[in-house]
């Protein structure tokens, strides 16, 4: 048996919701990371026979790994936002429960924090791959923020990709977040909160390896999904994405910063959230109004 640091340097954590098909691999690719100052912590939503069996058998084999089980499905953002308060490590990153990281990525994201103070958060670029884990040609925009005001920062994420979600962050930061609200787009509202506490960093010679496993869906399909593993309450999808730009705003009000910096970015998120989300705002008033004669509003 391995054992467990008192104090690791970083915390993994890994909410799982009928994870068995690819959680033996993701814990074997942590494993054979280049760094190794770590505690794994397995988060389980709604606990099978399978992943139980997985998750204790790597869990009595290594100290360093925890497996915690929900005895109810509590949605998939409190499963997420529950392993935050376990975390005893100084950095914090998700991992996947499908996915993975090239076996620098951990170090190379370690020594960026370690070396950078006003960067809160260092994540590695994106690399596609299938459910066999063979990579293809997928691109997506990445997202750096160094060098730019807390304003600039803000908009910047506001308006970028939700990769930088699985990046390592500092946990003291992190915990001064509201973590993620029980809203559609969730995790983009909450990496903008994150970039009020400092710089966002890509680390160009990692790589993490995001499995694309579901079938294209539609909007109304995806709000179908998010309601059965994301949220408890039907009532999200009666205009679900009018409340992202909402929660933007009320994210301007956390931590400090000057009165004046406070209102410009305040009129910012203003004008510019129902701009981001006018798309999605306008379409899911044409899906209400489409659900209204079959007497269901969400």
Known sequence: ????????????????????????????????????????????????????????????????????????????????????????????????????LSENALERMVDTLDRFPSVVLAYAPTQFISSDGTPFDQHIGLLETTGASLVQRYIQVMWGNQEPLYGLMRIDCVRRTKLHRMIVGAG??????MALFGEFKLCCDTLRYRRSNREVQNR???????HLTLFRKKRIRILPHWRIPFHYFLACF?????????????????I?????????MLWDIISLIRRIPRGKFY
């Not at 983009?188 to 909160?193: K, R, T």
């Open 254 to 270: 956390r931590g400090k910063m000057p009165v004046l910096t406070r209102l410009r970015l305040s009129v910012y998120v203003l």
């Open 1 to 100: 048996m391995e054992k467990e640091s008192k104090n690791p340097r970083v915390s993994i954590g890994i909410p799982i919701y009928h994870g068995e098909i690819y959680l033996e691999e993701t814990l074997n690719n942590l494993l054979k990371q280049s760094f190794r100052d770590f505690e794994i912590i397995i988060t389980d939503n709604n606990p099978g026979e399978e992943v139980q069996k997985i998750a204790e058998s790597y869990a009595s084999k290594y100290e360093f790994i925890h497996y915690v089980i929900h005895p109810k499905n509590q949605g998939a953002f409190k499963n997420w936002n529950s392993i935050i308060p376990l975390a005893k490590g100084e950095y914090f990153i998700y991992a996947g429960g499908h996915d993975l």
């Open 188 to 193: 983009a509202v909450w990496l903008a909160e």
């Open 220 to 226: 109304e399909e995806q709000l179908r999904r998010y």
């Open 272 to 280: 510019l959230g129902p701009l981001k989300h006018g798309p999605e």
